[in-house]
């Protein structure tokens, strides 16, 4: 699926005092269902050399959603010692091949992981032709550039802001549940190829069951808090999709249905994208036909670099024309995060547990029940592993329909609406931590999470947690996101930062981490017992997987972090 949108449509064709064109949605043809499994589409999976299925990276379709297996992806070079390491361990009893099912399909785990398996030989390997890896539900993260910024084209300045935005609505069915189905899409999209229009229409699919993940016991009410939250859906290529969702009821008198707005974009931008559906739903309240010359306007303007603003001019009926700016935050690992959002609901204690788990790349579970909180506590732990990136299953909210989520044996962060707990306590799970956003506790816990860090290093990030927690409503937003993401950049310094004197580097130009030598260069046992174990996760390997590449780092930020500190500690010497 391209990130890239069709060509502009020309400015032309809107006109501010014109009802704007509102296009049903056509779903299409359905998609071809795998035999013996109703309602599963044939899935696609990336092959390794051999024609197997690569053991974790793959993309399941159960009914209309775009989903994954959850485990662990294949280092992209087999030919590096740590690709050796994954591939020679044997898969524990049961683990391999294990897929998501839905209640209503009847399928135990392991048969939906055997049908898979027989299944999956049928796709083409894509990485070899494109070099794409297949990298599952991802969430964003950050590469090279500038200072703080990502050099990945999901985030290159002009670049278009979003590729669609939908409208959700729930449509009565006749045993009298309501089910989300999308009434409007802007734009839609012509002469594309067959294989445009299929990856179209599974994206296009997929979005109504994240937009109500909540279920199908909705009725008309009369007053609804707006909401927004956010989801991630990854292609088999590895191509990353954000939707930003506003869930509002509509104006109008007497009893209504909420309706959600969803932008698709490939930019991971969680404040800027939340301020332009402030722009929609003002909108909304006014009529539908002011929203997509709005939307035009954005569509037609360039996504701004780090810290620079775009100005879109936009009509309103009795109040004339409005210019709107959009700015995009000066540091860009930083712009699709809001910590204050986590350090409201959890002690820095906590947070620390929580952190030490994700950075050993441990099953996670999060509770609330605003879809809003989920979306937002979630993508703040994940930006928390900054220079690094969670690199398995990540659902920020899971529908209903997918609670199974948590029975997968890998390792996944994932968010659940809390009236699911007594469904998700019943489920036969591994150990994982799971934690409540509500009351602020960790419901159930491995039992080593106050071991993981090192003390003296878990001491300093939990003065200065403390301390930004404390002065919390001295800071803007902005502010707190720049002191928190701080501490953990520093502790990552500290602990992996001498990670590039050890590479060594062949004529070739690539180069070959050194791992027992990098492990045996860290003076402290605590910190080196964790190192030994943080080595072997996916996010460690993937890092050092493009560090290899060239010379030159692929974390400007972290790298100048590096830098500073080692300057610091040069200049505490000779004072």
Not at 130 to 136: H, K, T
Request: hydrophobic share 35%; net charge positive; glycine share 6%.
């Amino acid at each position: 699926m391209s990130c890239t949108p069709e060509s502009r449509i020309p400015s032309s064709s809107w006109h501010p005092r014109l009802p704007a064109p509102l296009i049903p949605y056509d779903p299409g043809p359905p998609m071809p269902v795998s035999p013996g499994f109703p309602g599963y589409p044939v899935p696609r999976c990336s092959l390794s050399p051999d024609d197997s299925p690569v053991p974790g990276r793959c993309q399941v379709l159960p009914g209309s959603l775009l989903l994954l297996l959850s485990a662990p992806c294949r280092p992209s070079s087999p030919g590096k010692a740590k690709a050796r390491r994954a591939e020679d361990e044997p898969s524990p009893p049961g683990r391999a091949g294990l897929g998501l099912h839905r209640d209503r399909a009847g399928a135990t785990m392991a048969s939906i992981g055997n049908f898979l398996r027989r299944s999956l030989r049928r796709a083409g390997r894509r990485e070899g032709k494109d070099g794409a890896s297949a990298v599952e539900n991802i969430p964003p993260q950050v590469p090279q550039g500038k200072q703080g910024e990502r050099s990945s084209a999901f985030y290159s300045a002009g670049q278009f802001f979003f590729e669609y935005l939908v409208l959700v609505s729930l449509k009565k069915m006749p045993d009298g549940r309501y089910e989300p189905k999308i009434t409007y899409q802007f734009p839609k999209r012509e002469n594309l190829l067959k294989g445009q229009k299929e990856e179209e229409e599974r994206l296009l699919q997929a979005i109504p069951l994240f937009c109500f993940p909540d279920g199908n016991n909705w009725a008309p009410i009369t007053e609804f808090t707006s909401e927004t939250f956010s989801f991630v859906l990854t292609n088999v290529d590895g191509s990353r999709k954000i939707g930003y969702c506003r869930r509002l009821l509509p104006s109008g008198r007497g009893v209504r249905l909420p309706e959600v707005f969803c932008i698709i974009s490939c930019l991971g931008c969680f404040g800027l994208f939340s301020k332009i559906l402030d722009e929609v739903e003002k909108r909304r309240q006014i009529s539908m036909a002011v929203i997509y010359p709005f939307m035009q306007g954005l569509r037609e303007s360039p996504f701004p670099a780090p810290g620079k603003t775009v100005t879109i001019k936009s009509f309103i009926p009795e109040s004339g024309t409005e210019l709107i700016e959009l700015t995009r935050p000066v540091d860009a690992h930083l712009e699709h995060v809001e910590f204050q959002a986590l350090l409201q609901r959890l002690s820095p204690h906590l947070i620390l547990h929580i952190f030490a788990s994700a950075m050993l790349e441990r099953r996670l579970i999060f509770l609330a029940e605003e879809l809003s909180v989920l979306s937002q506590c979630i993508h703040a732990v994940a930006a928390l592993l900054y220079p690094f990136t969670w690199a398995h299953t990540y659902i920020p909210v899971v529908p209903e329909c997918l609670l199974d989520t948590v029975c997968c044996p890998t390792p996944f962060m994932v968010g659940i609406q809390m009236r699911h707990l007594e469904r998700v306590l019943e489920q036969p799970m591994e150990e994982a931590l799971i934690v409540d956003l509500c009351e602020g506790k960790i419901i159930r816990a491995v039992g080593d999470e106050e071991e993981i860090l090192p003390g003296k290093l878990q001491n300093e990030m939990l003065i200065s947690l403390n301390r930004h927690n404390n002065n919390n409503n001295e800071h803007s937003s902005e502010q707190v996101n720049t002191l928190v993401s701080e501490a953990f950049v520093q502790f990552f310094v500290r602990l992996v930062g001498h990670y590039g004197s050890h590479i060594k580097w062949g004529r070739s130009g690539s180069g070959s981490f050194q791992e027992r030598a990098f492990c045996k260069a860290i003076a402290s046992r605590s910190c080196r017992r964790l190192v030994k174990k943080f080595v072997k996760t996916n996010m460690f390997s993937l890092f050092i997987e493009e560090a290899e590449k060239s010379r030159i780092p692929q974390e400007a930020y972290f790298q100048q972090k590096i830098i500073e500190y080692h300057e610091q500690k040069k200049h505490r010497r000779e004072s």
